[in-house]
């Protein structure tokens, strides 16, 4: 027995409106899957270019001031912070002007990696 057409159309609209508002929301479990990367430093100095950090951080000496400097960050700042901060921003400081990423598990650990590199240098 095959169903109305008009069943076919909404169970279409209701499946359209679900993929919508996973790409609306972006859960991480979602990015995980779509932007899982390779976690190394250089990976991570790729993602710090990909996302333009240096727009506003100075990162390896090189970047804007508008931002607090990464060269030293785990001097005042554990990993967990670091990771639940690039997780989202907004989460931990609701008025911050760092925009949400929306950046996968092994992306958020390839930018640790790397701002570990850069206070070893």
């Keep these: 027995m095959s169903l109305p057409s008009s069943w076919k159309r909404y169970a279409l609209l209701l499946a359209a409106v679900v993929v919508a508002g996973l790409l609306w929301t972006r859960p991480r479990w979602l990015m995980n899957v779509v932007k899982r ?3 190394s430093p250089e ?16 990162i390896a000496g090189r970047g804007s ?3 607090p400097n990464l060269d030293r960050v785990f001097a005042y700042r554990t990993e967990e912070e670091i990771r639940r901060w690039l997780e989202n921003p907004k989460r ?3 008025n911050t002007a760092m925009p949400n990423f929306h950046l996968s598990d092994s992306e958020i650990q390839a930018l640790i990696l790397f701002l570990k590199q850069v206070q070893t240098e």
């Design 37 to 39: 990367v390779e976690p």
């Design 43 to 58: 990976v991570g100095a790729r993602l710090v270019e990909k996302y333009g950090c240096r727009d506003c951080h100075t």
């Design 65 to 67: 001031s508008t931002a």
């Design 92 to 94: 931990i400081k609701p």
